[in-house]
């Protein structure tokens, strides 16, 4: 067997555990790697690889931000109370 064959039925076999890869932003930084390795040099898969990681990092820390309580930065501010007519 060939190194691509092996590498793709590895791949295969990864993919279809299930619980183990969380994809959520995966797919869109894969993309996004992919077509800028492949524009940078022809190494669409390694740009691939590192696509899939930052954007699984930047969902990860966007899930983090919004489930974390807000902070008193984040409120708005009070409203001042208007002057006393006299």
Do not use: E
Request: glycine share 14%.
């Amino acid at each position: 067997m060939n190194l691509k064959t092996l590498l793709c039925i590895a791949a295969t076999a990864a993919a279809l555990v299930p619980g183990v890869s969380n994809a959520k932003g995966c797919l869109k930084g894969a993309a996004v790697g992919g077509i800028g390795g492949h524009v940078a040099g022809h190494h669409g898969l390694i740009g691939a690889a590192a696509g899939c990681a930052v954007g699984s990092h930047m969902a990860n820390k966007k899930d983090k931000a919004a489930a974390s309580p807000t902070t008193p930065a984040t409120q708005p501010a009070p409203t001042p109370a208007a002057p006393a007519k006299s």
